[in-house]
Nanobody
Framework: QVQLVESGGGLVQAGGSLRLSCAAS????????MGWYRQAPGAQRDRLAT???????HYADSVKGRFTISRDNYENTVYLQMTSLKPEDTAVYYC??????????WGRGTLVIVSA
């Protein structure tokens, strides 16, 4: 079992930056992929960024060039550096982890509000 705890959300003005963190804990797990998703009110949950075990990354077009995903394999933590934030980035941000055995885990989410 893996527990994920996100942090770093909050209220920021448009054009500002935030850094989200997601720490994984548990016993006897090895992480393959780590990623960030978000869900705005009334909308579906969208994938934003993924970082694979080999360090390769993938970004949604909506955040490419503004958001950067990174991971610390020693600390089992994934980060999302968000810059040039826009009001439409307002959402609950979730982290997702997939272990090498293929098990999927989600965090509870952290709220990001970007004011105009």
């Amino acid at each position: 079992q893996v527990q994920l705890v996100e942090s770093g959300g909050g209220l920021v003005q448009a054009g500002g930056s935030l850094r989200l963190s997601c720490a994984a804990s548990g016993s006897r797990f090895s992480i393959a992929t780590m990623g960030w998703y978000r869900q705005a009110p009334g909308a579906q949950r969208d994938r934003l960024a993924t970082v694979y075990s080999d360090g390769n990354t993938h970004y949604a077009d909506s955040v490419k060039g503004r958001f950067t995903i990174s991971r610390d394999n020693y600390e089992n933590t994934v980060y999302l550096q968000m810059t040039s934030l826009k009001p439409e980035d307002t959402a609950v941000y979730y982290c997702r982890v997939v272990t090498i055995e293929g098990y999927e885990y989600w965090g509870r989410g952290t709220l990001v509000i970007v004011s105009a």
